[in-house]
């Protein structure tokens, strides 16, 4: 007798996949949905499977399956309907670009190497708002804030600013700062970084930028603003970046991967 499969039953693994990454299990289940709706698997107005089918095809429990879905709906990736299940919204964004996490780190690092820092400025602070809910920390929460600006050949180029958490920021030495770039300490305290939240937009130069960068308030400026999270999925780093436009370079480098999709790398 031949049994008839589902749209949505065509789309599970054909093992589960716990385990295979040393990485916590919802982040492993978030990284395969993601992937899923990245690639098109599920098209816009779809249902994704069930959770008793998500529980069978990753062999995790339903509290690890939830927390992957609520990560992707706090990303408007996925949508509930109450007693209908969880679907792809009808007009949903185009997924964030996946990219190498080593080829980030060895391109931060070149960037410490081809760069000097000036106007280093240390100091413990209260988190603001956006910090709090990047690092998601409390009211209240204390935290490492770090700025500089990256020069070449004595030319300011842009203005980096850096929030850690606090036990993160306790483990660093404040004088290699001037040597070394953040996320290179920090891995050297013991943080084994996990993955990474990047993106990049436009801005102009506010008075602060713009005095520490000799430029023109009002001028354009590249901005980038990650958030590094640690093996466990927790957010250590906060970083913003404020690269002179006429100076900033975006470069990618394309592959084509076994789906006929294009994949490729960023360098800030």
């Not at 809910?133 to 804030?145: D, M, Q, S």
Request: hydrophobic share 40%; charged share 25%; glycine share 8%.
């Amino acid at each position: 007798m031949s049994v008839r499969r589902t749209a949505r039953q065509e789309a599970l693994p054909s093992r589960p996949v716990s385990g295979v990454l040393r990485t916590p299990r919802y982040h492993q289940v978030y990284v395969a949905l993601r992937g899923w709706l990245n690639d098109g698997r599920f098209p816009p107005g779809a249902q994704i499977p069930t959770e008793p089918q998500l529980c069978q095809a990753f062999g995790v429990s339903r509290i690890t399956i939830r927390r992957a879905i609520a990560d992707l709906v706090d990303e408007r990736l996925l949508v509930r309907k109450q007693g209908s299940g969880t679907f792809v919204p009808e007009h949903a964004d185009a997924a964030p670009a996946a990219i190498d996490l080593s080829e980030m780190t060895l391109r931060v690092a070149n960037l410490g190497r081809t760069t000097r820092v000036a106007d280093l400025e240390i100091q413990w602070v209260i988190a603001d708002r956006a910090t709090r809910e990047a690092l998601e920390l409390p009211a209240g929460a204390r935290v490492h804030k770090s700025s500089r600006v990256r020069t070449r050949d004595r030319e300011r180029l842009g203005l980096v600013t850096v929030w850690l958490r606090e036990d993160v920021g306790k483990a660093l030495s404040d004088s290699h700062l001037r040597r070394n770039t953040v996320l290179e300490l920090i891995e050297r305290a013991g943080v084994t970084v996990g993955s990474a939240d990047q993106a990049i937009g436009a801005s102009l130069a506010g008075v602060e930028s713009a005095r520490a960068l000799s430029v023109t308030v009002g001028v354009p400026l590249v901005r980038i603003e990650r958030v590094v999270r640690d093996a466990d999925g927790r957010p250590v780093e906060r970083v913003e970046a404020l690269w002179r436009a006429d100076r900033y370079q975006y470069r990618m480098q394309l592959t084509r991967g076994q789906r006929g999709g294009m994949s490729g790398w960023i360098a800030d």
